[in-house]
């Protein structure tokens, strides 16, 4: 990588910057999308459960 900066003219350089960016961009969009939805789908359920299957007694809380 080090090496194609060298050769390559100004221009070229900012386009391959500009495309890094992009992708680091794209990363970390997708990244929190998915949390995003894996969030929205996880705590509902974990209410669920916790709805069904009622509150711990306190003898069921280990010490």
């Not at 495309?19 to 929190?32: E, R």
């Amino acid at each position: 990588m080090i090496v194609l900066f060298l050769v390559v003219s100004l221009p070229a350089k900012l386009m391959i910057m500009k495309f890094l960016g992009f992708l680091i961009f794209l990363f970390v969009f997708l990244m929190a999308f998915w949390a995003i939805i894996f969030l929205a789908s996880v705590i509902p359920y974990m209410i669920f459960v916790w709805a069904k299957e009622g509150k711990l007694e306190n003898e069921q809380i280990p010490s």
